[in-house]
């Protein structure tokens, strides 16, 4: 009877202790609450800091344009790179990372101005992405634009 009595007293000791460091512990959680810091990351993630640099290369008989995708943010980010050209301007084809592009299949949208020719999607975290884009003439009233999209 006395070994039980022993037992029980032990058992007893354990849940206490265990009762108590889950009480005290209960405060201490409560200091390393992150739900803020999760709120200001979550708020990151819908702002936008991809943005284009385009360098322009003119020879006698073509040109190159020098297209850099830029991310200044550690979050990743899900883009389109949109070639936006005047419609007065007769382009059939370009080069594209050294790829033959039709541009009659990669017509991405139409306004009054403008035709819109989806070059590439990707996605980039913390860095850059260059692509170049060869003309077979000079490469006038044509600009790019990068549209980001949740889901690739």
């Known amino acids: 009877m006395k070994q039980i009595n022993k037992l029980i007293f ?31 990351a979550n708020s990151y993630s819908n702002m936008n800091y991809l943005y284009l640099n385009v360098k322009r290369f003119i020879s006698d008989k073509d040109s190159l344009d020098e297209i850099k995708v830029i991310n ?8 389109k790179l949109i070639m936006k050209v005047d419609k007065t301007i007769k382009l059939d084809k370009v080069i594209f990372e050294e790829k033959n592009i039709d541009l009659s299949k990669n017509k991405y949208k139409e306004d009054e101005k403008y035709n819109y020719y989806l070059l590439t999607e990707n ?11 060869e003309f077979n003439e000079l490469n006038n009233g044509i600009t790019y634009e990068i549209i980001e999209s949740k889901n690739i």
């Open 10 to 40: 032990h058992y007893m000791l354990e849940i206490i202790i265990v009762i108590a460091l889950v009480g005290v512990s209960i405060p201490l959680w409560k200091t390393f609450d992150k739900a803020n810091i999760a709120h200001i």
């Open 72 to 79: 200044d943010t550690n979050t990743l980010r899900n883009y």
């Open 123 to 133: 996605s980039l975290i913390a860095g850059f992405k260059i692509y170049n884009l």
